[in-house]
């Protein structure tokens, strides 16, 4: 994820802030953010969305049926949780077991994408729930689509080989120009143009 997203994150829910309501109501509009960003990128007429109101529950379901990339597929349970914290706080004064529900949140997440390590002062302290909303945000915005992470893992066994062994091995014997030899390593279709690869994602600040 870009910088350029993290400082809009952190305008609009400072990691700092101390408020439950606050984190639980802003960071849950961020998630739906990231959500709604993560289906468009993977269908094909995303300006028929764009304006459907659709509950944060059905937009975590159609999100996890678009594809089925194992990297990610424990969000989806997470940001159930999530919405879960969300509605308590924005129905209830004063919840019962909420921090039970925050505290089951933050274990599944660090279990399944690792801790935010936090470079800061000692003085400086991270509202947990805030940085698991960040965590979240980001894995989404990161998320490769289908064709990014087939085109990245389809080079990886030509890594270390030269242009010429790139060549002869994507031909493997057959009679490919360069051009096409080219195109097999990146796994392109006639006429495909690879989507915008993501940045790698960022554990540490």
């Not at 439950?20 to 028929?48: D, N």
């Not at 698991?132 to 080079?155: K, W």
Request: proline content about 4%; overall charge neutral.
């Amino acid at each position: 994820m870009s910088m350029e997203r993290y400082e809009a994150f952190m305008k609009h829910l400072p990691v700092g802030s101390r408020d439950k309501t606050l984190i639980a109501l802003k960071g849950h509009l961020l998630l739906e953010t990231a959500l709604r960003e993560y289906i468009y990128r993977r269908v094909s007429l995303p300006e028929r969305l764009e304006k459907k109101q659709m509950s944060f529950a059905s937009l975590i379901d159609f999100a996890s049926c678009l594809e089925f990339n194992a990297r990610i597929d424990w969000i989806w349970k997470a940001l159930r949780k999530a919405n879960q914290i969300r509605n308590q706080l924005a129905h209830q004064l004063e919840p019962a077991k909420l921090e039970e529900t925050e505290d089951a949140l933050v274990e599944y997440v660090e279990a399944n994408d690792g801790e935010f390590s936090v470079a800061a002062g000692d003085d400086l302290m991270y509202e947990k729930l805030a940085l698991i909303f960040f965590q979240l945000f980001d894995v989404l915005i990161s998320a490769p689509t289908t064709d990014e992470n087939i085109q990245q893992d389809g080079m990886k066994k030509y890594k270390g080989l030269s242009f010429d062994q790139l060549l002869g091995s994507a031909s493997n014997g057959a009679s490919l120009g360069p051009l096409e030899a080219i195109d097999k390593v990146l796994g392109k279709k006639p006429g495909y143009t690879p989507p915008p690869r993501s940045k790698k994602r960022r554990r540490q600040w």
